[in-house]
């Protein structure tokens, strides 16, 4: 190849590059607009009337309140136990779902043996479960962390075991005839091939997490987010409960990157 010609694609390899970056920009600049101009919108409805803050409270409100649970020394306690809930049921979920598919992957006969039972679990409501886990283990922060566990295990066994047989069959006969264990195809084909699946799989889990931490604090739970966002419906400041609801969605947020952030490491690796 040339000079030019390698001067020719460095000079489009750029230009591309410039291109993914200036869009990366626009979407986090219009992701910024949207939600300033909700925000915004609101707290002109709010003080003109045209809503009731005291059913939908208001921005100035929310901040408010946010800075008088700091002040109290409250606001971090309530959210480092709902974090830390939430990362023991996500991990306990994903690490133990990620175990029993690779369990069912070696076993065709189990896979098949409990594939029914999987797929009723996975249809029913485990949040109906919620109070017989209360019963069992009783109404403390393991009970919380068990129902978040319970609600992402299911599907995180489902979907990283058909990652585990999406894979590429003739890759698998491929290794298998330079004979290849099957720890080694698990190893060496399998389980590299399902990391963007395994990805997934997590990035649902968090929410599902979430989900399972604040229905056990709606229960049991005298501290947390999900305990503020009770208390403050049942008093009827619906300032806190707005303030609860934001200070979760933040989390809730930051936690789903941290994932992301992982699966772009995973994608980095891969490549190089």
């Known amino acids: 190849m040339s000079e030019n010609n390698k001067l020719n694609m460095s000079l489009e390899h750029r230009e591309y590059l410039r291109k993914v970056k200036q869009r990366k920009i626009c979407v986090l600049v219009a992701q910024i607009v949207i939600i300033v101009a909700i925000f915004a919108l609101w707290e002109i409805a709010a003080r003109a009337k045209i809503i009731d803050p005291f059913i ?3 921005p100035s409100r929310i901040v408010d309140t946010i800075a008088k649970l700091y002040r109290e020394g409250s606001l971090l306690r309530h959210i480092a136990i709902t974090c830390l809930e939430t990362v023991l049921g996500f991990l306990l979920g994903t690490m133990l779902g990620t175990f029993i598919a690779i369990i069912l992957w070696w076993s065709e006969f189990l896979q098949k043996v409990l594939e029914p039972y999987l797929i009723v679990l996975n249809s029913l409501p485990k949040i109906a479960l919620g109070p017989i886990f209360i019963v069992w283990i009783g109404a403390g922060p393991i009970a919380i962390v068990v129902i978040a566990m319970t609600i992402s295990i299911v599907v995180t066994i489902l979907e990283v075991l058909n990652g585990f047989l999406g894979v590429d069959n003739d890759k698998v006969k491929l290794v298998k005839t330079f004979g290849a264990s099957k720890i ?4 060496k084909v399998v ?3 399902s990391m963007p ?3 997934n799989a997590l990035k649902v889990s968090v929410g599902l997490s979430w989900v399972g931490v604040i ?3 709606f229960l049991v739970s005298k501290e947390g987010i999900g305990y503020l966002i009770v208390y403050g419906g049942q008093v009827f400041q ?3 409960v707005m303030a609860s609801v934001l200070i979760l969605s933040v989390a809730a947020f930051l936690m789903y990157r941290v994932v992301a952030w992982i699966e772009k490491i995973i994608i980095v690796n891969r490549n190089g």
Do not use: C, N, R
């Open 238 to 240: 619906l300032d806190l």
């Open 184 to 187: 080694q195809v698990f190893t």
């Open 215 to 217: 229905v056990g604090e």
């Open 197 to 199: 699946v395994i990805v």
């Open 191 to 193: 389980l590299p091939a």
């Open 56 to 58: 939908t409270s208001q």
